[in-house]
């Protein structure tokens, strides 16, 4: 970002989704001072460590939100590990399941009118295969260009049924005018013999100048 930006100080909006318990705000809050920065997590345990871990910082806000393509409610089935919850284990509604928890979904456009919120610098999305859902629920905001930079998990391996595929992602933000800048944390490369020597990573979009 700082190859377009004159300065972290013009960064005023940030979008967690997929906050899990605070990570990212951690590189967040002393690289982009001036920005307020919403975040959201939709479980409950996962939220309450999120409330706990970005509490001391005044330029965090929280919700318990997961975001998508619609607004809706789902039941979703937690995973192990939190990191690696995802709205792709949405149970049917006729489903019970002890380890089911109801999440409030809704569209990164219903929440920025609910907000009042006309312009975001950086969007990032962490939301385990349900990336493209969250980009497709933020379309009006992406034909009008109001977002400026997305950064999102993505995978390059054909055969990754887990996560978004890179090269879907591609083709949807180029209909809207961005396009892709470069590939960060390589540290989910993969060292394994049988598969190709990158994986999955996070993606840097940004919106051609106009």
Known sequence: MSRFLESPSNVKVIFDVGANEGQSVGHYVPAFLC????SFEPFTSVYSALVGRVS?????????????????SARIQAAALS???????????N??????ELVTITTLVSFCAEQNIHRIELLKTDTEGSDLEVLKGAEASLRSKEIRFILTEATLHPNDGYHTS??????YLSGFGYYF??????????????????????????????
Do not use: M, W
């Open 95 to 100: 489903c019970f399941s002890p380890d089911g």
């Open 83 to 93: 990191v690696q919850n995802t709205l792709r284990n949405e149970l049917s509604k």
């Open 35 to 38: 920005a307020q920065i919403y």
């Open 56 to 72: 001391k910082f005044s330029g965090v806000r929280t919700f318990q939100l997961a975001f998508g393509d619609t607004n809706r």
């Open 166 to 171: 890179f090269f879907h992602v591609t083709e």
């Open 181 to 210: 800048v470069d590939l960060y944390d390589h540290a989910f490369a993969s060292s394994s013999p049988t598969r190709p020597p990158l994986d999955y990573c996070n993606a840097l979009f940004t919106a051609c100048e106009s």
